[in-house]
């Protein structure tokens, strides 16, 4: 099962963005039975836990965002989704999804980057191999 996330992007502070995981492949009996969760990882950091939601609804949040992240998800569709609001430059970062039946599986996450309005959108440069 891949997880695939989106709705990143660029946004300036204060602003909302609502982020989706699909997780491909999924059976409902599966995605019903095992909770889910939302990281983010900023360069050179640890993946950080952002919110979780078990497969009864009990919801938890980090301190970061408490107040200001929702996060919910649709049984039917088997989707997960990550609203975002009043989001801080300190909210930028690729966010990933997991579902915990399958721990090991991380799909490529989805950049958020919150800049000040002094600065600009920035370009992305990747080397690779």
């Known amino acids: 099962v891949q997880p695939v996330e989106s709705g990143g992007g660029l946004v300036q502070p204060g602003g909302s963005l609502r982020l989706s995981c699909e997780f491909r492949?999924?059976?409902?009996?599966?995605?019903?039975?095992?909770?889910m969760e939302w990281y983010r990882q900023v360069p050179e950091k640890q993946r950080e836990l952002v919110a979780s939601?078990?497969?009864?609804?009990?919801?938890n949040y980090a301190d970061a965002v408490k107040g200001r992240f929702t996060v919910s998800k649709d049984n039917a569709r088997k989707k997960m989704y990550l609203q975002m609001s009043s989001l801080k430059p300190e909210d930028t970062a690729v966010y990933y999804c997991r579902h915990l039946f399958y721990p090991q599986s991380w799909g490529r996450g989805t950049q958020v980057t919150v800049y000040p309005q002094s600065w600009g959108q920035g370009t992305q440069v990747t080397v690779s191999s």
């Open positions: 939601i078990t497969e009864s609804g009990t919801i």
């Open positions: 492949g999924i059976i409902t009996s599966v995605f019903n039975s095992k909770g």
